[in-house]
């Protein structure tokens, strides 16, 4: 017996399930990808996000690491952007974090976790630079789950400032990237309300000029 054999069957039995209501999804499937949105969320294995937003497959482009974030040295995430952005056309980028992340939880310690510090640097930068407000909060919890917050709509303007995004927004290519929140204790999205559709929205700083 292999060791996973139930993952085949669960499988098997969830193909099943969907050509029973749809005899022909996987041959359209297999013909074209072509969804409209790139989802940049955590690796949690809590935050399937397909299934957060009821989407079935060929419908989120999907892109996952440790507390979300997109830096400009990741040319594993930069290139899934690029492809999302030049090659699907997406309309949409979504960056999703979600409250009690234990990489924003990590970087907020000054306990060794190896490796992954060197990955979780950028979120004490946040961290920093809201020192004040974070720690006016009344508990640990309640300062991670805000500073997941922040994280997500730093990531939000670091896919702005990439040279991929700003290409597409003079390109007069329509595209738009979002910041949201997941709860893992009640299954719920909350907006953040920091979308930007164009480089007039950043900080002058960041806008690349031809």
Not at 7 to 15: G, L, S, V
Not at 46 to 52: C, D, H, L, S, T
Request: glycine fraction near 8%.
């Amino acid at each position: 017996m292999k060791l996973l054999d139930r993952f085949f069957q669960n499988n098997r039995e969830w193909a099943d399930s969907i050509t029973s209501v749809d005899p022909d999804f996987f041959s359209r499937l297999a013909r074209q990808q072509s969804p409209a949105y790139l989802w940049i969320g955590c690796s949690d294995s809590r935050v399937p996000a397909n299934e957060i937003v009821g989407m079935p497959p060929g419908e989120l482009f999907v892109h996952r690491n440790v507390a979300n974030l997109v830096v400009q040295y990741d040319f594993n995430c930069l290139s899934v952007i690029q492809y999302a952005v030049d090659v699907l056309k997406v309309k949409h980028i979504i960056v999703c974090g979600h409250y009690g992340c234990g990489g924003v939880k990590a970087s907020m310690s000054n306990t060794k976790h190896g490796l992954i510090d060197n990955w979780l640097h950028s979120i004490k930068h946040t961290w920093l630079q809201h020192r004040a407000e974070l720690d006016a909060l009344p508990d640990e919890a309640t300062r991670i789950d805000r500073l997941c917050e922040l994280n997500v709509i730093k990531q939000v303007s670091a896919v702005g400032h990439t040279t991929v995004v700003q290409d597409a927004w003079d390109r007069g290519q329509a595209l738009a990237v979002h910041g949201w929140i997941y709860g893992i204790g009640d299954g719920l999205l909350k907006d953040l309300d920091v979308t930007i559709t164009g480089r007039e929205q950043l900080d002058p700083v960041y806008r690349m000029n031809d």
